[in-house]
Nanobody, 118 residues
Framework: VQLQASGGGLVQTGGSLRLSCAASGRIGNSYGMGWFRQAPEQEREFVAAIGGTTYYADSVKGRFTISRDNAKNTLYLQMNSLKPEDTAVYYC???????????????WGQGTQVTVSS
């Protein structure tokens, strides 16, 4: 399984971005997929995951929306009302279950930089 994230960039506070993650290889529709982020000098943290349902970190609830298009093998993260504290490298991830992707992802994308200016 290979994951390719894209869509990052520079945006002002309050702006929006949509990240995409194209998956290839033997990834089934039942796989859990998710997004993590890592800010400078901080540990990587969970952002959102999708399987039979969706899960969000408290810090992004109501602002971010995770979705997937199984026909295109693509994962998305719509980010609205962005804040400077959302600045980080965002990684997509996958595992055989949504519990797995939340706790111990098996597959990782290469990361895409999101910078929110104040």
């Amino acid at each position: 399984v290979q994951l390719q994230a894209s869509g990052g960039g520079l945006v002002q506070t309050g702006g929006s971005l949509r990240l995409s993650c194209a998956a290839s290889g033997r990834i089934g529709n039942s796989y859990g997929m998710g997004w993590f982020r890592q800010a400078p000098e901080q540990e990587r943290e969970f952002v959102a995951a999708i399987g039979g349902t969706t899960y969000y970190a408290d810090s992004v609830k109501g602002r971010f929306t995770i979705s997937r298009d199984n026909a295109k093998n693509t994962l998305y993260l719509q980010m609205n009302s962005l804040k400077p504290e959302d600045t980080a490298v965002y990684y997509c991830a996958a595992a055989t279950t949504v519990y797995g992707v939340r706790t111990r992802p098996v597959y990782w994308g290469q990361g895409t930089q999101v910078t929110v200016s104040s």
